[in-house]
């Protein structure tokens, strides 16, 4: 009986030793996803000033869009009063011709 009463105290030992064991791995592998968790939120707010970059980005190319296409009314609208001028000057110059054609004749 007293055998028995031993063996069952070092089993309880044993098991108590296995249960301490296994808490230290569980602690363990808590503090390493506790980093794993901290390097996700590092890399969450890198991610984050990435995307507000490029939403400036974005901004810039809609503002800098906006300007070119108002110049570029801007030139079209130009262009068709000088072409309005240059049809005019070349009929009229036509016309001209016409006359002092038809005078002589």
């Known amino acids: 009986m007293n055998e028995l009463s031993q063996g069952l105290s070092e089993v309880r030992e044993a098991i108590h030793h296995v249960e301490q064991r296994i808490d230290m791995r569980f602690g363990a ?20 000033t990435i995307d507000a970059r490029f939403n400036a980005v974005d901004a810039r190319f809609d ?5 070119m296409s108002r ?3 801007t030139l079209d609208s130009k262009m ?11 009929v009229t110059a036509l016309v001209a011709m016409a006359g002092a054609v038809l005078s002589r004749g």
């Not at 592998?29 to 890399?43: E, K, L, N, P």
């Not at 503002?63 to 300007?67: G, M, V």
């Not at 068709?80 to 070349?90: D, E, H, P, T, Y």
Request: charged share 30%.
């Open 29 to 48: 592998i808590d503090v390493r996803f506790g980093s794993v968790d901290a390097r996700f939120g590092a890399i969450d707010a890198r991610f984050n």
């Open 63 to 67: 503002t800098l869009d906006d300007k």
């Open 80 to 90: 068709s009063r000088q072409f309005v001028w240059l049809v005019g000057i070349v």
């Open 71 to 73: 110049q570029f009314e």
